[in-house]
C-alpha cells in the first residue's frame, strides 16, 4: 500500500531551508498540511509565509526549537503528540555538520553533533508512536547522509551520529513492519547551507578548515528541490532506502565491495 499524502499531516524538521524547505513544498503540492519545525525564526517563517501564499488550503504550523537543547526537544516532542495526533509522516530532517578528526573535537562539540543528528531523531520518534500507529499507513522517514554509509578521516562526529541514525532506522523497519513505513535517506551532494554553516571542531586549524569547508561547499551540487522529490518518491512507495546523487550510490557500492579498506580508496581520492 503507498502512502497517501492528501489531508495527511506531516511533521517535517529542518524546514527552514535546504531540503527541509523543498520538502514542505512538495507535501504541500502534494495535499499534506504541515508542521515545520526549525531554530531559524525567520528563515522558517518566511518558508511557512510562501507556502500559505501559494497553497492556501494547507494548513501550515511551524515550531522553533533548537534540537540541540536536549530538554527543548523532549517538550518539542510531548507537544507534537498532543497537538498534532492527526500526524500521518514523521521527516526527521534537521541536521548539523563538525568537521574534525576525532582529537580536534572536543566532547561538548561531538554531544551537540551527536544531539542534533541522532538524538533529536530518537526523542521525536518515541513521542510519536501512538500517534503513527494509530493510523493505517503512517510513515517515518529519516535523514542519514553518504556519511551514514562510509566513515572517512576528518568527519568523526558526523559519520558516528549519521551511522547511528541509519542503525536506528533499519532497527525500526524491521519492528514496525507491517505497521509503519519507514524510510531511511541518504543525500550525497545535495546544494544545502550544511557547509556553510558547519562548525570546525576547536582543535582544527581555522584557516585550513575554512578551505576544506569552502572545497566541500563547491562540490554541492543536486539542487535539493531535485533531492525532495525522490525523498517524497521513496515514501509513497515505502522504499526502505534512498540514494541521492551520484556520490551516495557509488560510496554505497564502494562500502559493500571493499568494507575493511574503503577508507584507503577515499583517502588517496581527497
Not at 501550515?60 to 516532542?77: H, K, Q
Not at 500521518?88 to 572536543?106: E, F, I, K, M, P
Not at 545535495?190 to 582543535?203: H, K, P, Q, V, Y
Request: glycine share 10%.
Amino acid at each position: 500500500m503507498r502512502y497517501r499524502f492528501p489531508d495527511g499531516t506531516a511533521v517535517v524538521t529542518g524546514a527552514a531551508s535546504g531540503i527541509g524547505a523543498a520538502l514542505a513544498l512538495g507535501l504541500a503540492r502534494r495535499g499534506s498540511h504541515l508542521v515545520l519545525v526549525d531554530r531559524d525564526a525567520e528563515r522558517l517563517s518566511e518558508v511557512a509565509y510562501a507556502l500559505r501564499i501559494q497553497h492556501p488550503h494547507v494548513r501550515v504550523e511551524t515550531v522553533v526549537t533548537d534540537l540541540a537543547d536536549r530538554d527543548a526537544t523532549d517538550r518539542l516532542g510531548a507537544r507534537l503528540a498532543a497537538e498534532h495526533p492527526e500526524t500521518t509522516l514523521l521527516v526527521n530532517n534537521a541536521g548539523v555538520a563538525l568537521a574534525g578528526r576525532s582529537d580536534q573535537v572536543s566532547l561538548e562539540e561531538c554531544n551537540w553533533g551527536l544531539d542534533v543528528n541522532c538524538r533529536g531523531v530518537v526523542t521525536l520518534t518515541h513521542h510519536l508512536w501512538p500517534v503513527r500507529r494509530s493510523h493505517d499507513g503512517a510513515h517515518l522517514a529519516n535523514v542519514s547522509s553518504a556519511l551514514g554509509l562510509v566513515a572517512p578521516a576528518g568527519h568523526s562526529a558526523y559519520a558516528s551520529s549519521k551511522f547511528a541514525v541509519r542503525a536506528f532506522t533499519d532497527v525500526l523497519r524491521d519492528e514496525l513492519r507491517g505497521e509503519v513505513g519507514v524510510t531511511c535517506v541518504h543525500p550525497g551532494g545535495i546544494a544545502t547551507r550544511i557547509a556553510a554553516t558547519a562548525r570546525l571542531g576547536s582543535g582544527v586549524d581555522p584557516t585550513r578548515g575554512a578551505a576544506d569547508l569552502e572545497r566541500f561547499g563547491r562540490r554541492l551540487t543536486i539542487p535539493p528541490g531535485r533531492a525532495a522529490e525522490s525523498i517524497l518518491r521513496g515514501i509513497e512507495r515505502r522504499r526502505a532506502r534512498v540514494l541521492i546523487g551520484g556520490t551516495a550510490r557509488v560510496l554505497d557500492v564502494l562500502a559493500r565491495v571493499a568494507p575493511a579498506s574503503y577508507q584507503k580508496v577515499l583517502g588517496a581520492l581527497s
